[in-house]
């Protein structure tokens, strides 16, 4: 079916629903921190702290875990060890496009991506713009 699940992934995938702000972060620092967890993706509606960026990062860290923030332009926290900014590209029906950018990376190059997914398997393509070469990023301010 078109827009549906790669095959096991439904089976493994738990959805939380929180009731407030404060209840998000600490629910996606505790399956953050969880090692059988291997990815976080929470929709914060308010600025993210610089304290509870650096929790998130943390927990991220000792769980080994790939926390996805999903935050709206300019209420990112400065904690993150990667911003990307995503925005949709036109496609055929039966694939997903989306022109993703990295605009911080705290430990390597920055870059922008083409990204399609066709809906059949776990896998999505990137495509580097090809003759481009990327310094990194300077430090934060």
Excluded: F
Excluded at 45 to 53: H, M, Q, R, V
Excluded at 56 to 75: D, F, K, P
Excluded at 120 to 141: D, I, K, S, W, Y
């Amino acid at each position: 079916m078109p827009g549906s699940l790669p095959d096991g992934v439904a089976e493994r995938l738990h959805l939380v629903e929180a009731r407030s702000e404060t209840d998000l972060l600490w629910t996606a620092e505790e399956a953050l921190r969880a090692r059988p967890v291997s990815l976080v993706i929470a929709a914060p509606e308010k600025p993210i702290s610089l304290t509870a960026g650096r929790r998130l990062q943390l927990a991220a860290e000792a769980g080994v875990t790939t926390g996805l923030m999903l935050i709206q332009e300019g209420r990112g926290s400065n904690a993150a060890e990667t911003r990307w900014k995503c925005d949709p590209l036109p496609s055929p029906p039966d694939s997903t496009r989306h022109l993703w950018a990295l605009i911080k990376n705290k430990r390597g190059t920055i870059g922008t991506y083409d990204v399609s997914w066709n809906g059949t398997t776990a896998a999505v393509h990137l495509v580097p713009q090809a003759g481009e070469r990327h310094q990194p990023e300077g430090p934060p301010r």
